[in-house]
């Protein structure tokens, strides 16, 4: 019996078979997520323009509602700076939906980190429109709600058709050049509000003066918590409710705009806080673009603007505004101070960062992405590359950052001079210097980040092209949040200044992290290069 002759498969060619297999099973893969993401953001889209549209369907001609009180002409500033459609949101390979979802348990990462306000409260809705033929459901007028989140104690606020009146906001101009304001007091930049310096649109309602919310709502839904100045809390008891006939602007914003309120403005930490509160509210509220930003406060210009404009669509100050200016969508962003980012300074937030694919895979309440999507949001607004699957690091060495701290002038109280938080940080400098110059197992680039003479985008640079970045305790670290996820992080703490703002952030990102305590503020030279070394080491250096 003769068998019929079969080609014989070898070794390599089973492999290499089975390595076509499960690149097709991984494209397929890919492809089912990237076709979730679409459905996730369509959906996102869809939920906005449906809430948006009982304002949106009844908004006055663009006339009318650009006409200087009591003229019924248009201005010619109208829209000034924010004209047009906002920027895009950029894609980020760690972005999970921000949909509203009740199931997020209290004190998750989600909870913390993500989308945990999940109860809304309506507080105006938008008075039925009797005289509508058609058969759609919805009102006219303005409304006003909150999402708020257990979690963090806080609200995210937004509503329609609301007017703010700069004149009612007693503080100082804001936006001026630092030498300009020296000397001038906090308590002139910090906004104080007159009643009625915000108002909304209340329709067919005896309303005219009327709060919008009571005592027991702020204590409820925008407590004070550590925070004895809260000026949003104090904003929104500003809000009166005004009839149709009173409610006349110089000038409407149409698209979506952040109020933020700031308080240490110039400095990184407090402002990455900021920064994150505005993305997170910017998010909660399903914005399909970027949105505009009116800075609440009359702070002068800092160079961390640079990063706000990049972030957002267009940024003015409230004071820049020449009357009652009214916003057909209004989002308040809450304080920084009330971001698991400061709270986790005085209270256990027990989340680990993790890659976003692990967790559309298998969630876990102990496991966050999200300071990792945030990172990649300030430096995709940068310009900078952000697929997960491209390496950003320089291909001819490990870059070595070594962030410094110096004497400049922060704020308009700053006397200019840093308070030294390693004693000897230029002997270690030069130290490090001349052993990168000999090291013969890899090539190693340090980078003297001298970040007060670099601007924004360069210190984002630098972080994002470091595979080891090295800094005595100071607010130039909190720049790790848009670390890429194989950084190593190497913190020199003197005695005086052992906080965990960096090592927290690093286990919140997911980032090696080792901390070199120091018995004062006086490092030895050869005990930081050990260590460093040893870390170079790990990377295969």
């Known amino acids: 019996m003769q068998l019929s002759a079969r080609p014989l498969v070898t070794h390599t060619e089973r492999e290499r078979e089975r390595e076509t297999v499960d690149r097709l099973e991984m494209n397929r893969r890919k492809l089912k997520?990237?076709?979730?993401?679409?459905?996730?953001?369509?959906?996102?889209?869809?939920?906005?323009?449906?809430?948006?549209?009982?304002?949106?369907?009844?908004?006055?001609?663009?006339?009318?509602?650009?006409?200087?009180?009591?003229?019924?002409?248009?201005?010619?500033?109208?829209?000034?700076?924010?004209?047009?459609?906002?920027?895009?949101?950029?894609?980020?390979?760690?972005?999970?939906?921000?949909?509203?979802?009740?199931?997020?348990?209290?004190?998750?990462?989600?909870?913390?980190?993500?989308?945990?306000?999940?109860?809304?409260?309506?507080?105006?809705?938008?008075?039925?429109?009797?005289?509508?033929?058609?058969?759609?459901?919805?009102?006219?007028?303005?409304?006003?709600?909150?999402?708020?989140?257990?979690?963090?104690?806080?609200?995210?606020?937004?509503?329609?058709?609301?007017?703010?009146?700069?004149?009612?906001?007693?503080?100082?101009?804001?936006?001026?050049?630092?030498?300009?304001?020296?000397?001038?007091?906090?308590?002139?930049?910090?906004?104080?509000?007159?009643?009625?310096?915000?108002?909304?649109?209340?329709?067919?309602?005896?309303?005219?003066?009327?709060?919008?919310?009571?005592?027991?709502?702020?204590?409820?839904?925008?407590?004070?918590?550590?925070?004895?100045?809260?000026?949003?809390?104090?904003?929104?008891?500003?809000?009166?409710?005004?009839?149709?006939?009173?409610?006349?602007?110089?000038?409407?914003?149409?698209?979506?705009?952040?109020?933020?309120?700031?308080?240490?403005?110039?400095?990184?930490?407090?402002?990455?806080?900021?920064?994150?509160?505005?993305?997170?509210?910017?998010?909660?509220?399903?914005?399909p673009y970027r949105p505009n930003l009116v800075f609440i406060d009359g702070h002068c210009e800092a160079p961390l603007e640079e990063t706000w404009r990049a972030l957002f669509s267009n940024l003015r100050y409230a004071k820049n505004f020449s009357g009652p200016v009214c916003f057909r969508h209004a989002i308040l962003s809450p304080l920084g101070y009330e971001t698991a980012l400061f709270k986790g300074l005085s209270?256990?937030?027990?989340?680990?960062?993790?890659?976003?694919?692990?967790?559309?895979?298998?969630?876990?309440?102990?496991?966050?992405?999200?300071?990792?999507?945030?990172?990649?949001?300030?430096?995709?607004?940068?310009?900078f590359p952000v697929d997960r699957h491209r390496t950003s690091k320089p291909v001819t060495g490990h870059n070595v950052l070594f962030v410094r701290r110096e004497d400049y002038l922060a704020h308009p109280r700053h006397g200019g001079k840093i308070q030294s938080r390693l004693s000897n940080e230029q002997e270690v400098f030069d130290a490090l210097k001349g052993w990168a110059v000999n090291h013969s197992e890899c090539k190693v680039n340090l980078i003297n980040g001298l970040f007060a003479h670099m601007s924004m985008k360069e210190q984002v640079r630098a972080i994002q092209d470091a595979s080891v970045i090295i800094g005595a305790h100071g607010a130039g670290l909190t720049h790790i949040v848009s670390a890429t996820p194989k950084t190593v992080i190497l913190e020199i703490i003197s005695s005086e200044y052992r906080r965990p703002h960096f090592a927290l952030i690093s286990q919140w990102k997911g980032l090696e992290y080792h901390p070199m305590y120091l018995p004062g503020s006086t490092a030895i030279p050869s005990a930081v290069i050990e260590k460093l070394s040893s870390i170079l080491k790990s990377l295969g250096c």
Request: aromatic share 10%; glycine share 10%.
């Open 33 to 287: 997520i990237l076709l979730a993401l679409f459905a996730v953001n369509s959906i996102s889209l869809y939920l906005y323009l449906s809430t948006q549209s009982d304002h949106l369907r009844h908004a006055p001609s663009s006339v009318t509602d650009q006409s200087s009180a009591g003229t019924g002409k248009s201005t010619p500033d109208s829209h000034q700076n924010f004209h047009g459609i906002g920027k895009p949101w950029p894609i980020l390979p760690s972005y999970l939906p921000w949909s509203q979802n009740a199931n997020v348990s209290v004190r998750s990462c989600e909870g913390y980190f993500g989308n945990g306000f999940t109860r809304r409260i309506d507080v105006l809705k938008p008075a039925p429109d009797i005289g509508r033929k058609s058969g759609l459901a919805g009102g006219s007028g303005g409304w006003f709600r909150c999402f708020y989140s257990e979690t963090l104690r806080s609200s995210v606020c937004e509503g329609g058709r609301i007017r703010m009146h700069p004149e009612k906001i007693r503080m100082s101009v804001g936006g001026e050049k630092l030498e300009a304001v020296i000397g001038r007091g906090e308590d002139d930049e910090l906004p104080m509000f007159e009643s009625g310096a915000f108002d909304v649109e209340a329709v067919g309602r005896p309303s005219r003066g009327w709060k919008l919310v009571d005592g027991e709502f702020l204590d409820r839904y925008m407590q004070y918590g550590a925070i004895s100045k809260h000026t949003m809390r104090f904003l929104v008891d500003s809000i009166r409710l005004v009839g149709a006939s009173d409610f006349q602007c110089s000038e409407w914003i149409e698209e979506p705009t952040l109020l933020v309120t700031r308080f240490e403005y110039a400095n990184l930490f407090h402002t990455v806080t900021d920064w994150y509160s505005a993305y997170v509210a910017s998010r909660v509220t399903g914005l």
């Open 347 to 383: 209270e256990n937030v027990n989340c680990h960062g993790t890659p976003a694919h692990d967790l559309w895979q298998e969630p876990n309440d102990q496991k966050t992405a999200r300071l990792s999507e945030f990172g990649e949001m300030i430096r995709a607004a940068f310009g």
